[in-house]
């Protein structure tokens, strides 16, 4: 694991975490260029959302053949900067991020992976970046409630026509199977959802799904166009 700072447009300092593939004879580390960076945003920083609740799942896919990226949002853990209510000026974030891991990793692309609130941040930030070239959201937030906050995010990523899958359970609190289901039938290019029967809304940010989830982004990864 490594440790650097990303600076976003706006002067925010950023704490970024790199998790890497492990090195083995029998499965070198991919070259620069050949394959896939994941960059995880989040839950609600406001909620207590920090970078160290997707360490499981990072180091998880890190240990599958992928360079893994999670970093605190401003405000969260040790990033500088004020959290917003409703994630609008945290997309610069995620839009720096991933910039930052072009530049510098090289990846063949990107995939972005936000969980619960990170999920509609991660969604307004596929195509400001060129090099994502798919999407994951862990419980999307589409419910009456939370799209009072996050409304305003639901448009880019329904319209982007970039690979998109909708992990969500089928208990979770702020959005309804059938509200997802509605929600979708808009989206624009490929669409793919699984549900976790019986999963509530908090109970997929834990430890407790993190290699389920791992497997579900992997699969989804190797579902993308080389």
């Known amino acids: 694991m490594e440790w650097t700072t990303v600076e976003t447009g706006d002067g925010a300092k950023l704490s970024v975490r790199l998790f890497k593939p492990p090195a083995s004879g029998a499965e070198p580390e991919p070259e620069p260029g050949e394959d896939v960076a994941v960059v995880l945003v989040h839950p609600y920083t406001i909620l207590g959302g920090v970078q160290g609740l997707l360490r499981g799942m990072a180091e998880g896919v890190a240990r599958r053949g992928y360079t893994a990226v999670t970093f605190d949002m401003r405000g969260a853990g040790r990033s500088t900067?004020?959290?917003?209510?409703?994630?609008?000026?945290?997309?610069?974030?995620?839009?720096?991020?991933?910039?930052?891991?072009?530049?510098?990793?090289?990846?063949?692309?990107?995939?972005?992976?936000?969980?619960?609130?990170?999920?509609?941040?991660?969604?307004?930030?596929v195509d400001k970046v060129d090099e994502v070239i798919g999407y994951v959201s862990i419980g999307y937030p589409f419910g009456l409630m939370a799209s009072v906050l996050f409304g305003r995010h639901h448009d880019a990523i329904l319209k982007s026509v970039k690979p998109k899958l909708f992990i969500m359970g089928t208990k979770d609190g702020f959005t309804s199977v059938k509200q997802l289901q509605n929600k979708l039938k808009s989206a624009a290019g490929r669409v793919d959802t699984h549900l976790i029967e019986g999963a509530g809304h908090f109970q997929m940010e834990g430890p407790a799904f993190d290699a389920q989830m791992v497997e579900i982004i992997v699969k989804f990864i190797n579902s993308l166009p080389k």
């Open 81 to 125: 900067g004020r959290a917003s209510l409703t994630g609008s000026t945290e997309v610069g974030d995620v839009v720096a991020v991933c910039r930052w891991v072009a530049e510098n990793i090289k990846p063949r692309g990107i995939l972005l992976v936000g969980s619960s609130a990170g999920a509609p941040i991660a969604g307004s930030a």
